[in-house]
């Protein structure tokens, strides 16, 4: 096999892989909404603490899950495109995917009309099921200032990652076509 060649057999794959990569978001290169990014932290009971550092990188248990920009971009740890909260309040992942909406104190999932999560004035955060049910789902200490809605966006995300994760969708939330797991392609996760 002469060189030409063999270089070509061993681009095709690569090249493959890189025809097949999610699109970006829209709007990914200007960003979308303003976000203000200030430390944080969102205490979950049992589960493991989400922190949003000051470079807006945010940790679960330590661990990076994502990064957060001031013009609203969700990136992985490669800075590579996750997702994007529009100015309208859209979340938009990779491939135009919804990923609910997002407003100061509250969200919904996606293609719904309801929101399902609220952050209360204590910082606070409450799930309701689909049934009118309430669940608190830990509290938000840091989050009562202009960067409440960075605070709601990361609520958002981590909460679309963990019912998508659950092996039994969440009664009435399910499917909205995202889901979580390694990478982002048919949603978002990490």
Do not use: H
């Not at 002469?2 to 057999?9: K, L, M, S, V």
């Not at 661990?63 to 990136?75: I, M, N, Q």
């Amino acid at each position: 096999m002469n060189r030409t060649a063999y270089g070509f057999a061993l681009c095709l794959p690569f090249a493959t892989l890189l025809g097949c990569a999610p699109s970006a978001p829209p709007r990914w290169a200007e960003g979308g909404s303003a976000l203000v990014i200030a430390p944080a932290r969102w205490e979950r009971g049992d589960d493991d603490t989400i922190e949003i550092q000051a470079n807006g990188r945010v940790l679960e248990g330590g661990t990076l899950r994502f990064v957060v920009d001031r013009v609203g971009r969700v990136s992985d740890e490669d800075y590579d495109a996750l997702a994007v909260l529009l100015p309208d309040g859209n979340v938009v992942g990779t491939d135009e995917r919804a990923l609910g909406y997002v407003g100061l104190n509250n969200a919904t999932p996606p293609m719904a009309d309801q929101a399902w999560l609220s952050l209360q004035p204590d910082g606070g955060v409450l799930f309701f099921q689909p049934n009118g049910d309430r669940s608190p789902l830990g509290k938000w200490t840091g989050c009562d200032g202009p960067n409440r809605r960075t605070c709601t966006l990361v609520t958002q995300l981590i909460t679309l990652r963990n019912v998508y994760r659950a092996p039994v969708y969440a009664p009435g939330y399910a499917p909205y076509g995202p889901s979580f797991g390694v990478g982002v392609g048919v949603g978002f996760g990490y």
